[in-house]
Structures are given as C-alpha cells and as structure tokens.
C-alpha cells in the first residue's frame, strides 16, 4: 500500500523554526518528485515547493511567499522528504501535505499531477 | 503567476442532480488543468489530469472538458459521497496554482 506520512508540526512562535517530515512506502520513493502543498484554515490549496529525484539533480523550486526561508530536501535512503521553515510568519498558519508529483502520459503529452498525498500536519504561528 | 477562477464558489444541489463547476485561467494553458476533490478534514485526491482523463478508479459519473482558458467539471448524478469542495489546477507553468475551491452542499 502506498503511503505518505508527515510529522513535525506543531506550534511555534514567529520567527521560529520548524522542519516537517514526510515518510512513504509502498513505492519507489527515489524515482519520484515530491512537492509540498499547505493550506490555511478555511482557505485553498497552495504549493509551498518541489524536489525533483536524484536523477535530475535534485533540483527545488519554491513559491514566492516561501523562498529563502523554506528549503525541502530529501533522504532517499530512509524514504523521506523534509521541509526546513524558518522564520515563519503567521500566514505560514496552515495544514501541510506532502505528495507525489507524477507525470502521466496522454495523447502525447505529460501532464503533471498530485496523485497521492499524506493526511497533513497543522502547522500553527502565533505569539 | 497564471490565476485559476472557479465559479460558483458554492452551490447546494440535491442528490441526482447534475452539476456543473467552471474553472477559468487568466491565460491560456492548453489541456494543462487537473481537478481534485476534498473532503473535510481530508488531504485532496486526484478526479481528473489532462482537463478530461478520469484517474484511475474514479466513478463514470464525472467528467472534464475544455482547453486553452476554459474548463467544465461535470457530475452527470451528484452521490451522497459527493458532496465536497472541488478545485482545479493549472500545470502548464510554475507556479501551478489552484482555484479558490467550489463546496458542494446538500440542497
């Protein structure tokens, strides 16, 4: 059965830190890009950030609310990707998931999706 | 950033009743529009990928259509299990942003 389960989340003060976890099984977790989406109480859905495999170098990309305080990582070898926040701010307030980003494949085109996703971690900022 | 619009933002709706949500891009993404459900307190999952390919298990009874800035999610007879908030998503470039979500209520 495929899986993905977060942890770390919590409350912490502005300017705080921390880093949640995202630990999968049941499929090739090195084969695949992984991307961090959150979303505030009561509101829709966000991308905070991607990680690409190995393969293609590992490469990130971050949305703009995020870059330069937010950085994922992965650790193929224990089968989880990380999200490092700092300095967080009270907009930071909000469920976080991660999931798989795939590609799949349709009359000649590849189509980005988030095809499966962990149950989320509340992340609350508040003095 | 490409801005996704769904409308309405809410509708009540019976069970067997067919539903229709929109979803407009600020600028055209071809057939780059996905469509997830979420259930409260749930993560989202995955309907449909490419504006009208049903993901795998999903029911008949919902569709997709449309390209370039304009896209029709469609529930041919709304089920109890139905009722949730949809949203949309555009891949065609980063950052692939969302729509605002439409909930789907019982009448």
Redesign the interface.
Known sequence: EVQLVESGGGSVKPGGSLRLSCEVSGFSFSRSSMTW?RQAPGR????VGRIKTKTDGETT?Y??PVKGRFTISRDDSKNTLYLQMNSLKTEDTAVY?C?TDSD?F??G?F?????V????TMVTVSS | ?IQMTQSPSSLSASVGDRVTITCRASQTIS??L?W?Q?KPG?????LI??AS?L?SGIPSRFSGSGSGTDFTLTISSLQPEDFATY?C?Q?FS????????TKIDIK
């Open positions: 989406v829709g859905l966000e991308c990309d949305a703009a998931y999931t799949y349709d009359s085109a189509y980005s999706v988030f095809d996703w962990g149950q989320g | 950033d057939r780059y996905n997830y979420q749930k993560a989202p999952n995955l990928f490419g390919n993901q949203y998503q891949t980063a950052p692939r942003t969302f729509g605002q979500g």
